[in-house]
C-alpha cells in the first residue's frame, strides 16, 4: 500500500527571492544542516547532494538527489535519497508571494513501500522548515534536536 504524502505549509515573512534562496543557495544549506556542503545543479537531471564528514572523519554523501523541475523563484521538484540515494522519495517545494509573506508548501511523496526514510522525513521536514523560516526571518537558527 503506498504511503501518504507528507505535506508541510507554512508562511516566511521574507520576499521571495530570498525564500527561494533559502531552498538552493550553499550558504542557507549549510546552516540548516549543521555545515553539509550542498551543491545543486539546477537543471533537469541535474545532481544535488549535501555531504560533509561521516562518524570516522572522511567524506561522507549525507543525502543524493536529482532535479527535475525547477522554475526560480515559485516552483523547485527534486528526487532524493538517503546516502548514495539508493531509494528516493519526491519533493515539491511551490512558493506564492502573498502580501507580507511567501506561502511555502512542501510535498514529499513516490514513496517506494521499503523507504526506511519515510518516518524520518516526516519528524525531519517541519524541524528543517521551522530552521530555514527562522533564518531568513532573523538571520540566525537554532539546533535541530
Known sequence: MPKPPLIFTFYI??????????FVSKEANQTIFMGADFHVDL????????????????????????VLRAEPPTLLEYKFGMGDGAVMSRVKVTLTQETEAVKVVVTNDAFADDDPAYLQNADGWPRILSRLKTLLETGKTFRPH
Open 43 to 66: 537543471e533537469p537531471g541535474g545532481a544535488m547532494t549535501w555531504s560533509g564528514p561521516g562518524k570516522d572523519g572522511r567524506p561522507t554523501r549525507y543525502v543524493t538527489g536529482e
Open 13 to 22: 515573512a521574507a520576499p521571495i527571492e530570498k525564500v527561494w534562496s533559502g
